[in-house]
């Protein structure tokens, strides 16, 4: 059975920082290809945030969070952290993890096999 599960979402001020994990299982026969952060507010669709190579170097952003959230992976680990610093209410959602068996910086949701069941995030002014 492979799982995403996703923690490190809370309540935090403008301007600060919080940092979000995505631990995957159940995939130990091979690697996924890409992964990646989405986030959807209430409303809204499923928006891309972040994606990485499974192998870490490659990674890309959505404009709205460049220069302010930083993408990793730790495979011994098996886990993908999202770095969220300067954060702003806008960024208030829920977010979550997927993974993909296929390879390139993928940003749309179709593109993605699994996900996780994702983690609030609210950023108050």
């Known amino acids: 059975q492979v799982q995403l599960v996703e923690s490190g979402g809370g309540l935090v001020q403008a301007g600060g920082s919080l940092r979000l994990s995505c631990a995957a299982s159940?995939?130990?026969?091979?690697?996924?290809?890409?992964m990646g952060w989405f986030r959807q507010a209430p409303g809204k669709e499923r928006e891309f945030v972040a994606v990485i190579s499974w192998n870490g170097g490659r990674t890309d952003y959505a404009d709205s969070v460049k220069g302010r959230f930083t993408i990793s992976i730790d495979n011994n680990k098996n886990t993908m952290y999202l770095q969220m610093n300067s954060l702003k209410p806008g960024d208030t959602a829920v977010y979550y993890c997927?993974?993909?068996?296929?390879?390139?910086?993928?940003?749309?949701?179709?593109?993605?096999?699994?996900w996780g069941q994702g983690t609030p995030v609210t950023v108050s002014s």
């Open positions: 159940g995939r130990t026969y091979s690697p996924y290809a890409t």
């Open positions: 997927a993974a993909s068996l296929s390879y390139g910086l993928l940003k749309g949701p179709s593109e993605y096999d699994y």
